[in-house]
C-alpha cells in the first residue's frame, strides 16, 4: 500500500534532515548519499541540491559544483545564495569574467550583502579593474565597518596600485577588529616585504606562525626573506615549504625512489633530478647537477622539452630527457633543492660564465639568418608569462620600452608570443628586428643571444638564458625583485656578466627607464665594454 501524501513528505523531511546532520558532521560521503536520495524522490528539493553543490565544491569538485548550484538557481531563481555559490566555486576556477556576472547576479537580489560585495572586490582584482573593486570594499565596509575581511582584502588592492602605506592601515585595521586573524597578519608581513622591509617582513610572518604554526603560505613565503637577505642556508631549508604551499600549484612526481638527502654517497648510484618549476628556474639551477656528477652518481636530468636540446649542451655525456619512459634510477632530487642538499651558501656559489651554449646547426642558421653586423646589437624581453603570480610587478609595457631606446643600435625582440598591439608597434620601429615566430625551441633563443653584444630583459626566462649563455646582460628589475637578485646591489652572484638596474621605488619603471638612454651612450663610448667575440661554428663543434 502506498503511503499517503503527508506520510511521504514526513519521510522526505526526516531524510533531508538527517542530510543536513551529516553535513554539519562533515561527514561528506554519507550526506551526498543521502540528498541524492532525497532528489530521486523529489528533484524539485532545492535544499538537497544546493548542499549537494556545497559539498562537491568543499572536496574540489567543481564541475558537480557547478551542475548542482546551476540547477539550484532554476529551482530558485530568485534567491541570491546560489548565484553567490556558484560565483565562488567559478573564482576558484579562476573564471573571472563569469565569477563577476554571478555576484552582481546575487547583488541585483541582496545589494546589501557585504559577503558578495567582498568577493565582488576580490575577482575586479584579478581583472586588473582595480578602482572598481576598492569601490567594491568599500560599499561592504560601509555595511558592515567591522567585516574585517574586507580590509584584508582590499589591502592587496591598494598594494597592486603601489599604495603601500594605505594597505598598511586596512591591515592594521583588521587586526584592532579582530586581534588573532590570521590573513591579516599575513597580508601585513607580505605588504612590508613588498615595501622592502625585509626585516619587519621576516618578524610578521614569525608571529603568523604563532598563530598558525602550519601556515604554509607563511612558512614560504618566510623562506624568500632570507633568501632574498642573502642568508641562503637557512633559505634553502625554509624554501623546502613550497612543496606544502598548495597556492604555489608545485607537485612532487609520483615515484618510487627514495629522495637524496645530501648524505648518502652517490658514487656509483643513478640519480633523477627533475624540473618543478619554471624554464627559468631549470636555466639557473641546471648548475648544480655537475656537483652531483663529481661525487660519482651519473646523472639523469628531467628538464621542459623547450629546453632539452639546451641544457645538454651544460655536460654532453650526460643524460636529459624531457619525458616518456624514465629510467630506473636509486635517488630522486628537485632540481631547487640541489642547494639544500649540497649545502651551497651564497660564498659557494658556482659562477663559471657560460655554462650553456646553443647547437652549431643553430647558430649557423642564426649568424645566415640575421646577416653581416653594422651596429651594436641588443636583444630586448619586456615581460614574463601573464600567469605568473607576480607578473604584474615585473613586466613592463613594451611601449614604456620603447621610449627609452635610442635608435643608434640594432635590436632584437627576444619577446615569443607577441599580442596584435605589440606587433603594431614594433613595425614603426625599424631598428627593432622582429623573429618571434621563429623561435621555436630555446636552443633557437639561445642562438639568436650568442649574436647580441648586449641582452637587456626583465625578470623571465630570457633574463636566465643570456645569464646562462655567459652573455652581457642587463636586468631591469622592480623595487622589491624575485629573492634571487638579491637587494641592492647591481651584480649578481649567479650570472657574472650581469648588471642589475633597479626600479628607485615601488612601481616606478618611468625613472629606470629614463636613465638608459645615457646608459646605453656610455656603454658604446666606453673602451672597456664587457664584450665576449660571438660564438663561431668552428668553437661550438670543439665544446
Given at each position: 500500500?502506498?503511503?499517503?501524501?503527508?506520510?511521504?513528505?514526513?519521510m522526505?523531511?526526516?531524510k533531508?534532515?538527517?542530510?543536513?546532520r551529516l553535513y554539519?558532521?562533515q561527514?561528506w560521503?554519507?550526506?551526498s548519499?543521502?540528498?541524492?536520495?532525497?532528489l530521486?524522490?523529489?528533484?524539485?528539493?532545492?535544499?538537497?541540491?544546493?548542499?549537494l553543490?556545497l559539498?562537491?565544491?568543499?572536496?574540489?569538485?567543481?564541475?558537480?559544483?557547478?551542475?548542482?548550484?546551476?540547477?539550484?538557481?532554476?529551482?530558485?531563481?530568485l534567491?541570491?545564495?546560489?548565484?553567490?555559490?556558484l560565483?565562488?566555486t567559478?573564482q576558484e576556477?579562476?573564471e573571472y569574467a563569469?565569477a563577476?556576472?554571478?555576484?552582481?547576479?546575487?547583488l541585483?537580489?541582496?545589494?546589501?550583502n557585504v559577503?558578495i560585495?567582498n568577493?565582488?572586490?576580490?575577482?575586479?582584482?584579478e581583472l586588473k579593474r582595480?578602482?572598481?573593486?576598492?569601490?567594491?570594499?568599500?560599499q561592504?565596509?560601509?555595511?558592515?565597518p567591522?567585516y574585517?575581511?574586507?580590509?584584508?582584502n582590499?589591502?592587496?588592492?591598494?598594494?597592486?596600485l603601489g599604495?603601500?602605506?594605505?594597505?598598511?592601515?586596512?591591515?592594521?585595521?583588521?587586526?584592532?577588529?579582530?586581534?588573532?586573524h590570521?590573513?591579516a597578519?599575513f597580508?601585513?608581513?607580505?605588504?612590508?616585504?613588498e615595501?622592502?622591509?625585509?626585516?619587519?617582513?621576516?618578524?610578521?610572518?614569525?608571529?603568523?606562525?604563532?598563530?598558525?604554526p602550519?601556515?604554509?603560505?607563511?612558512?614560504?613565503?618566510?623562506?624568500?626573506?632570507?633568501?632574498?637577505?642573502?642568508n641562503?642556508?637557512?633559505?634553502?631549508?625554509?624554501?623546502?615549504?613550497?612543496?606544502?604551499?598548495?597556492?604555489?600549484?608545485?607537485?612532487?612526481p609520483t615515484l618510487?625512489?627514495p629522495?637524496?638527502?645530501?648524505?648518502?654517497?652517490l658514487l656509483g648510484?643513478?640519480?633523477?633530478?627533475?624540473?618543478?618549476?619554471?624554464?627559468?628556474?631549470?636555466?639557473?639551477?641546471c648548475?648544480?647537477?655537475?656537483?652531483?656528477?663529481?661525487?660519482?652518481?651519473?646523472?639523469?636530468?628531467?628538464?621542459?622539452?623547450?629546453?632539452?636540446?639546451?641544457?645538454?649542451?651544460l655536460?654532453?655525456?650526460?643524460?636529459?630527457?624531457?619525458?616518456?619512459?624514465?629510467?630506473?634510477?636509486?635517488?630522486?632530487?628537485?632540481?631547487?633543492?640541489l642547494p639544500?642538499?649540497?649545502?651551497?651558501?651564497?660564498?659557494?656559489?658556482?659562477?663559471?660564465?657560460?655554462?650553456?651554449?646553443?647547437?652549431?646547426?643553430?647558430?649557423?642558421h642564426?649568424?645566415?639568418r640575421?646577416?653581416?653586423?653594422?651596429?651594436?646589437?641588443?636583444g630586448?624581453?619586456?615581460?614574463?608569462n601573464?600567469v605568473?603570480?607576480?607578473?604584474?610587478n615585473?613586466?613592463?609595457?613594451?611601449?614604456?620600452?620603447?621610449?627609452?631606446?635610442?635608435?643608434?643600435?640594432?635590436?632584437?625582440?627576444?619577446?615569443?608570443?607577441?599580442?596584435?598591439?605589440?606587433?603594431?608597434?614594433?613595425?614603426?620601429?625599424p631598428?627593432?628586428?622582429?623573429?618571434?615566430d621563429?623561435?621555436?625551441t630555446?636552443s633557437?633563443t639561445?642562438?639568436l643571444?650568442?649574436?647580441?653584444?648586449?641582452?637587456?630583459?626583465v625578470?623571465?626566462?630570457?633574463?636566465?638564458?643570456?645569464?646562462?649563455l655567459g652573455?652581457p646582460?642587463?636586468?631591469l628589475?622592480?623595487?622589491?625583485?624575485d629573492?634571487?637578485?638579491?637587494?641592492?646591489?647591481?651584480?649578481?652572484?649567479?650570472?657574472?656578466?650581469?648588471?642589475l638596474?633597479?626600479q628607485?621605488?615601488?612601481?616606478?619603471?618611468?625613472?629606470?627607464?629614463?636613465?638608459?638612454?645615457?646608459?646605453?651612450?656610455?656603454w658604446?663610448?666606453?673602451?672597456?665594454?664587457?664584450?665576449?667575440?660571438?660564438?663561431?661554428?668552428?668553437?661550438?663543434?670543439?665544446?
Open positions: 500500500m502506498n503511503a499517503t501524501p503527508n506520510r511521504r513528505l514526513n522526505l523531511k526526516n533531508l534532515a538527517a542530510g543536513v554539519q558532521q561527514q560521503q554519507a550526506a548519499r543521502t540528498f541524492e536520495a532525497v530521486k524522490s523529489e528533484p524539485k528539493q532545492f535544499d538537497a541540491q544546493h548542499l553543490g559539498i562537491a565544491h568543499r572536496q574540489q569538485d567543481y564541475d558537480r559544483a557547478v551542475k548542482c548550484f546551476t540547477q539550484a538557481i532554476a529551482l530558485q531563481p534567491n541570491a545564495t546560489p548565484y553567490y555559490n560565483g565562488l567559478l576556477r579562476k563569469t563577476l556576472r554571478l555576484y552582481q547576479m546575487a541585483e537580489l541582496q545589494p546589501a559577503k560585495l568577493n565582488q572586490g576580490i575577482v575586479l582584482k582595480y578602482e572598481q573593486a576598492l569601490s567594491s570594499y568599500a561592504a565596509i560601509t555595511l558592515d567591522r574585517a575581511r574586507s580590509y584584508v582590499r589591502a592587496g588592492t591598494w598594494l597592486r599604495n603601500a602605506d594605505a594597505a598598511l592601515a586596512d591591515c592594521d585595521r583588521a587586526i584592532q577588529l579582530q586581534a588573532d590570521v590573513e597578519w597580508n601585513r608581513a607580505f605588504v612590508l616585504a615595501s622592502g622591509r625585509h626585516a619587519d617582513a621576516i618578524t610578521g610572518y614569525q608571529y603568523v606562525l604563532t598563530l598558525d602550519h601556515h604554509a603560505m607563511a612558512q614560504f613565503a618566510l623562506s624568500l626573506c632570507y633568501l632574498i637577505t642573502g641562503l642556508l637557512h633559505g634553502w631549508q625554509q624554501y623546502e615549504w613550497r612543496w606544502q604551499d598548495q597556492s604555489l600549484g608545485i607537485k612532487k618510487p625512489q629522495e637524496w638527502d645530501g648524505h648518502c654517497s648510484k643513478k640519480i633523477l633530478v627533475y624540473f618543478e618549476q619554471g624554464l627559468g628556474d631549470t636555466l639557473q639551477f648548475r648544480f647537477v655537475l656537483p652531483l656528477k663529481q661525487q660519482g652518481a651519473e646523472v639523469i636530468l628531467l628538464v621542459q622539452p623547450v629546453l632539452q636540446d639546451l641544457v645538454q649542451s655536460d654532453p655525456g650526460m643524460q636529459v630527457v624531457s619525458g616518456g619512459q624514465l629510467p630506473e634510477v636509486d635517488y630522486l632530487a628537485p632540481l631547487l633543492s639544500l642538499r649540497l649545502g651551497i651558501g651564497l660564498a659557494e656559489l658556482p659562477t663559471a660564465s657560460g655554462y650553456l651554449h646553443a647547437s652549431a646547426e643553430r647558430l649557423q642564426w649568424q645566415q640575421l646577416g653581416p653586423q653594422l651596429k651594436l646589437r641588443i630586448l624581453a619586456w615581460r614574463g601573464s605568473h603570480k607576480n607578473d604584474h615585473r613586466s613592463l609595457s613594451l611601449a614604456a620600452l620603447l621610449q627609452a631606446l635610442p635608435e643608434q643600435f640594432d635590436y632584437v625582440c627576444l619577446q615569443k608570443d607577441l599580442d596584435a598591439d605589440e606587433r603594431q608597434r614594433l613595425q614603426s620601429r631598428d627593432i628586428r622582429v623573429f618571434s621563429e623561435l621555436t630555446f633557437d639561445a642562438a643571444c650568442q649574436q647580441l653584444d648586449l641582452v637587456i630583459s625578470d623571465t626566462s630570457v633574463a636566465h638564458l643570456a645569464g646562462a652573455k646582460l642587463w636586468v628589475l622592480p623595487f622589491n625583485p629573492w634571487r637578485w638579491l637587494l641592492e646591489r647591481t651584480d649578481s652572484p649567479w650570472y657574472p656578466d650581469a648588471t638596474l633597479r628607485p621605488e615601488y612601481g616606478d619603471w618611468s625613472s629606470l627607464l629614463d636613465t638608459l638612454p645615457q646608459r646605453l651612450s656610455a658604446l663610448q666606453d673602451p672597456h665594454r664587457a664584450t665576449q667575440p660571438h660564438a663561431s661554428i668552428e668553437q661550438l663543434a670543439e665544446a
